[in-house]
């Protein structure tokens, strides 16, 4: 860019070093031919030199040419029609230092190059005016514009181009990154599902079986406490699995109002104290069936354990068909997220509960991109949390 500049600028003065010249060529040509003749035939033949002279391929550029006395008279013009008018403007060049370099607006609206130099003619002091039309040499400087376009462009290109290359070099990474973690995840899950589960079943069975058999209260109260950690572990590892190993997609067809009482049904049996508001559609639509259930179930979880500490408990369903795709909004009265936990929310292990595992929005967030579901949170601390599920009618 900064070579462009100077390229413009360079452009300019060479601009204006080109009329100065083929004016001062002009003006020496003239002035001998004013020299050697004689000024009262120039006079009675003024409109036909002048315009032998404009019609000269060599001087295609001038705009007009004038002889002024120092009085501001016209004494020779290549327009016949000026030749006696007088111009005020003139009498104060013959005070300039000249060559005097200037531009004039003509009363045509087009701007032309003027070059005004005093001239010696029998005796008495004369203003020769060569006037160019300045097209011709801009044509130099219009060509640096459109260099200075082109190279603004390129530059802004290569800008944009660079951005947008670093965003979505970052993006890939960060893509690689997830993937590397999902493959970590996945054979952690595994792991956990072979080493773990197994072990973990015989203990829970062990200690259920020892409660049967055990009368004794203090003891049965350390062996439900085993029995119920147990159960969490395994809720643990399954939630695990389940983010790590989506099982495959089982399409049907689905009655949508239908799944969402299903699912409804056992936390309003469980949480009495909560209201729930439904507006359901009759829809139907080709999905899997459990995941839809399982990513419903999740969400409304989080809005229970929300509302579970505002005096005003609600949480309202919608199912609606817009635009073609259906969309399901849940949202609740509950106590809300900053911006901060909003954004880490979906990110597996991230919770705010006591005894939460973290995987419950993680896992419907991995569901949701199984099953080509946009899902959009937005919640304010104090103001209650809204989540949005769009998708097609079929996968």
Known sequence: MISA???????????????????????????????????????????????????????????????????????????????????????????????????LVLGTGEKVFISDTKIVLRGLPYLLRVALHTYPAEAILRNAKIHILFMAFTAVFLILAGFFTAILLNKIEKMQIKMRELENLSMLSRVLAHEIRNPLGSIKGFAQYLMKKISEASLKEYLEIIVKESLRLERLTEELSQYANPQSISLQRVNLKELIHETVLPFTIEHREIFFDLDLDELYLNTDRDKITQILSNILQNSVFAVSETEDKRISIKAKKINGKIKIEISDTGTGMDEETLKKAQEPFFTTKPKGTGLGLAIVSRLCEVLNINLEIKSKEGQGTKVWLTMPESL
């Open 5 to 103: 500049f100077f390229l413009y600028k360079n452009a300019e003065q060479a601009t204006e070093q080109s009329l100065q010249m083929q004016a001062i060529g002009i003006t020496i040509t003239l002035n001998s031919v004013l020299q050697a003749s004689d000024i009262g035939q120039i006079k009675k033949q003024s409109s036909t030199i002048f315009s032998e002279i404009l019609l000269d391929e060599r001087w295609e550029g001038v705009a007009f040419i004038a002889l002024y006395s120092q009085e501001g008279n016209v004494v020779f013009h290549s327009n016949p029609a000026l030749i006696g008018k007088k111009f005020q403007e003139v009498i104060a060049v013959f005070q300039e230092k000249t060559p005097y370099y200037h531009y």
